[in-house]
């Protein structure tokens, strides 16, 4: 069975840190993007970073950027999320995602990494709260 497990939130005051685990298995793991995303409740997903399975490009959004570093070890199939310097706004359910069998190629990724409707393989995510 696929599955995408992710770990590590918790409750944090502002200017905090944080540092998510999504451990992969039941796929080749260097096969495919792996990406964070987050929700808060009544909304939509919303992307954060993506890291290429082919060369390990890192993708942020204008939220993440400066603040959060993605990274993967490829020993335990596990990619993490460095989440420093955090706000408030950035309050959610974390959520790791795969495009799968999509094989979302890596001439989009740039375009498409934070979209998604793109990712095809989801874990349950795990709470992240921000106190300001």
């Known amino acids: 069975q696929v599955r995408l497990v992710e770990s590590g939130g918790g409750l944090v005051k502002s200017g905090g840190s944080l540092r998510l685990s999504c451990a992969t298995s039941g796929f080749t793991f260097g096969r495919y993007v792996i990406g964070w995303f987050r929700r808060v409740s009544g909304k939509e997903y919303e992307g954060v970073s993506s890291i290429s399975n082919t060369d390990g490009q890192p993708y942020y959004t204008e939220s993440a950027k400066g603040r959060f570093t993605i990274s993967r070890d490829m020993a335990t199939n596990t990619v993490y999320l460095q989440m420093d310097n955090l706000k408030p706004e950035d309050t959610a359910v974390y959520y790791c995602?795969?495009?799968?069998?999509?094989?979302?190629?890596?001439?989009?990724?740039?375009?498409?990494?934070?979209?998604?409707?793109?990712?095809?393989?989801w874990g349950r995510g795990t709470r992240v709260t921000v106190s300001p």
């Open positions: 995602a795969t495009p799968g069998e999509r094989l979302l190629p890596g001439p989009l990724l740039g375009q498409e990494f934070d979209n998604p409707d793109k990712y095809d393989w």
